[in-house]
Protein backbone atom coordinates (compact mmCIF):
# COMPACT_ATOMS: atom_id res chain seq x y z
CA UNK A 1 0.00 0.00 0.00
CA UNK A 2 3.09 2.17 0.07
CA UNK A 3 3.19 3.26 -3.63
CA UNK A 4 -0.60 4.61 -2.95
CA UNK A 5 1.13 7.81 -1.31
CA UNK A 6 3.89 7.94 -3.97
CA UNK A 7 1.50 7.52 -7.04
CA UNK A 8 -0.49 10.16 -5.41
CA UNK A 9 2.81 11.99 -5.45
CA UNK A 10 3.39 12.06 -9.07
CA UNK A 11 0.00 12.39 -10.29
CA UNK A 12 -0.06 15.85 -8.21
CA UNK A 13 3.20 16.85 -9.87
CA UNK A 14 1.39 15.80 -13.42
CA UNK A 15 -1.37 18.06 -12.80
CA UNK A 16 1.03 20.64 -11.36
CA UNK A 17 3.57 21.22 -13.94
CA UNK A 18 1.38 19.94 -16.83
CA UNK A 19 -1.62 22.42 -16.22
CA UNK A 20 0.68 25.04 -15.76
CA UNK A 21 -0.42 26.12 -12.04
CA UNK A 22 3.35 26.50 -11.49
CA UNK A 23 2.98 29.53 -12.83
CA UNK A 24 0.55 31.34 -11.24
CA UNK A 25 1.93 29.68 -7.50
CA UNK A 26 -1.23 28.38 -7.27
CA UNK A 27 -3.06 24.87 -7.12
CA UNK A 28 -6.28 24.22 -8.90
CA UNK A 29 -5.81 20.19 -9.21
CA UNK A 30 -8.79 19.98 -6.45
CA UNK A 31 -10.88 21.89 -8.07
CA UNK A 32 -10.84 19.51 -11.47
CA UNK A 33 -12.99 16.10 -11.37
CA UNK A 34 -10.45 14.65 -13.93
CA UNK A 35 -8.28 14.97 -10.65
CA UNK A 36 -10.55 13.83 -8.52
CA UNK A 37 -11.23 10.77 -10.47
CA UNK A 38 -6.97 10.17 -11.60
CA UNK A 39 -7.28 10.62 -7.22
CA UNK A 40 -8.95 7.32 -7.51
CA UNK A 41 -7.66 5.62 -10.52
CA UNK A 42 -4.36 5.64 -10.74
CA UNK A 43 -3.28 4.49 -7.18
CA UNK A 44 -5.08 1.15 -7.54
CA UNK A 45 -2.80 0.72 -11.13
CA UNK A 46 -0.29 -1.84 -9.50
CA UNK A 47 -2.87 -3.59 -7.47
CA UNK A 48 -5.24 -4.02 -11.11
CA UNK A 49 -2.04 -5.63 -12.68
CA UNK A 50 -1.38 -7.95 -9.42
CA UNK A 51 -4.96 -9.25 -9.43
CA UNK A 52 -4.80 -9.73 -13.71
CA UNK A 53 -1.32 -12.25 -12.85
CA UNK A 54 -3.11 -13.68 -10.27
CA UNK A 55 -6.52 -14.09 -12.66
CA UNK A 56 -4.39 -15.37 -15.50
CA UNK A 57 -2.13 -17.78 -13.69
CA UNK A 58 -5.20 -19.11 -12.44
CA UNK A 59 -7.06 -19.79 -15.32
CA UNK A 60 -4.12 -20.83 -17.24
CA UNK A 61 -3.19 -23.69 -14.75
CA UNK A 62 -6.42 -23.94 -14.22
CA UNK A 63 -5.92 -24.10 -10.24
CA UNK A 64 -7.95 -21.82 -7.75
CA UNK A 65 -4.77 -20.70 -5.81
CA UNK A 66 -4.04 -17.37 -7.72
CA UNK A 67 -7.25 -16.76 -8.44
CA UNK A 68 -7.99 -16.69 -4.56
CA UNK A 69 -4.49 -15.02 -4.03
CA UNK A 70 -5.91 -12.15 -6.37
CA UNK A 71 -9.22 -11.64 -4.09
CA UNK A 72 -6.33 -10.44 -1.70
CA UNK A 73 -5.47 -7.48 -5.01
CA UNK A 74 -9.73 -6.90 -4.91
CA UNK A 75 -9.93 -6.50 -1.59
CA UNK A 76 -7.20 -3.80 -1.60
CA UNK A 77 -8.61 -2.21 -4.67
CA UNK A 78 -11.97 -1.59 -3.26
CA UNK A 79 -10.04 -0.46 0.03
CA UNK A 80 -8.30 1.68 -1.65
CA UNK A 81 -11.17 3.11 -3.09
CA UNK A 82 -13.73 3.65 -1.13
CA UNK A 83 -10.85 5.71 1.16
CA UNK A 84 -10.51 7.69 -1.36
CA UNK A 85 -13.83 8.19 -1.84
CA UNK A 86 -14.29 9.28 2.15
CA UNK A 87 -11.59 11.64 1.90
CA UNK A 88 -13.27 13.32 -1.20
CA UNK A 89 -16.84 13.72 0.18
CA UNK A 90 -16.77 12.83 4.03
CA UNK A 91 -19.72 11.54 5.96
CA UNK A 92 -20.59 8.57 8.55
CA UNK A 93 -21.99 6.51 5.85
CA UNK A 94 -18.67 6.20 3.67
CA UNK A 95 -16.42 6.49 6.78
CA UNK A 96 -18.32 3.11 8.07
CA UNK A 97 -17.83 1.98 4.68
CA UNK A 98 -14.46 3.18 4.11
CA UNK A 99 -13.45 1.36 7.68
CA UNK A 100 -15.24 -1.80 6.93
CA UNK A 101 -13.50 -1.91 3.66
CA UNK A 102 -10.10 -1.74 5.31
CA UNK A 103 -11.17 -3.88 8.06
CA UNK A 104 -12.05 -6.94 5.71
CA UNK A 105 -8.54 -6.16 3.29
CA UNK A 106 -6.28 -6.19 5.94
CA UNK A 107 -7.88 -9.45 7.71
CA UNK A 108 -7.71 -11.04 4.31
CA UNK A 109 -4.48 -10.11 3.45
CA UNK A 110 -3.14 -10.79 7.08
CA UNK A 111 -4.61 -14.09 6.89
CA UNK A 112 -3.30 -14.78 3.14
CA UNK A 113 0.25 -13.66 4.28
CA UNK A 114 0.40 -15.88 7.62
CA UNK A 115 -1.34 -18.99 6.03
CA UNK A 116 -0.79 -19.01 2.59
CA UNK A 117 2.51 -16.99 1.76
CA UNK A 118 4.66 -18.26 4.75
CA UNK A 119 3.13 -21.31 6.12
CA UNK A 120 2.39 -20.70 9.68
CA UNK A 121 -0.34 -23.03 11.43
CA UNK A 122 0.86 -26.03 9.46
CA UNK A 123 0.61 -28.88 11.54
CA UNK A 124 1.80 -31.23 9.39
CA UNK A 125 4.94 -29.73 9.14
CA UNK A 126 8.39 -31.06 10.02
CA UNK A 127 8.54 -27.33 11.78
CA UNK A 128 6.12 -27.24 14.42
CA UNK A 129 3.47 -24.52 13.22
CA UNK A 130 5.63 -23.31 10.42
CA UNK A 131 6.67 -24.20 6.53
CA UNK A 132 9.05 -27.51 6.07
CA UNK A 133 11.03 -25.12 3.74
CA UNK A 134 12.77 -22.26 6.27
CA UNK A 135 15.24 -19.75 5.45
CA UNK A 136 16.87 -18.89 8.52
CA UNK A 137 17.77 -21.91 11.59
CA UNK A 138 16.01 -19.94 14.30
CA UNK A 139 12.17 -20.78 14.46
CA UNK A 140 11.22 -18.05 16.62
CA UNK A 141 12.33 -15.09 14.44
CA UNK A 142 9.40 -16.23 12.00
CA UNK A 143 6.52 -16.41 14.82
CA UNK A 144 8.20 -12.45 16.08
CA UNK A 145 7.81 -11.39 12.31
CA UNK A 146 4.93 -13.23 10.90
CA UNK A 147 2.70 -12.54 13.92
CA UNK A 148 3.57 -9.55 15.51
CA UNK A 149 5.20 -7.64 13.15
CA UNK A 150 2.82 -8.08 10.45
CA UNK A 151 -0.26 -7.68 12.55
CA UNK A 152 1.24 -4.79 14.30
CA UNK A 153 2.20 -3.22 10.99
CA UNK A 154 -1.52 -3.75 8.93
CA UNK A 155 -3.29 -2.73 12.04
CA UNK A 156 -1.10 0.34 12.01
CA UNK A 157 -1.68 0.82 8.35
CA UNK A 158 -5.02 0.53 8.51
CA UNK A 159 -5.34 3.22 11.13
CA UNK A 160 -2.76 5.79 9.25
CA UNK A 161 -5.21 5.16 6.12
CA UNK A 162 -8.16 5.86 7.52
CA UNK A 163 -7.14 8.86 9.59
CA UNK A 164 -8.74 8.28 13.09
CA UNK A 165 -7.70 11.06 15.20
CA UNK A 166 -10.17 9.69 17.91
CA UNK A 167 -7.13 7.02 19.01
CA UNK A 168 -4.38 9.51 19.94
CA UNK A 169 -2.49 6.90 22.30
CA UNK A 170 -1.87 4.54 19.25
CA UNK A 171 0.26 7.30 18.08
Known amino acids: MFQVQLLRTVKF ?4 YGWGDFKRRSNTCNQSSLYEFLNIFIPIIPYW ?3 LQCMRQGLEQ ?3 GP ?9 TIVAVVTRTLYVQRKGTTMRIIAATSLGVATSFNTYWDMVKDWGLLCKDSKNPWLRDKLMLPSKSVYFVVIVVMNVILRLAWMQTVLDFHETPWLH
Open 67 to 75: AMNGLKYLS
Open 62 to 64: KDY
Open 13 to 16: YICY
Open 49 to 51: FRL
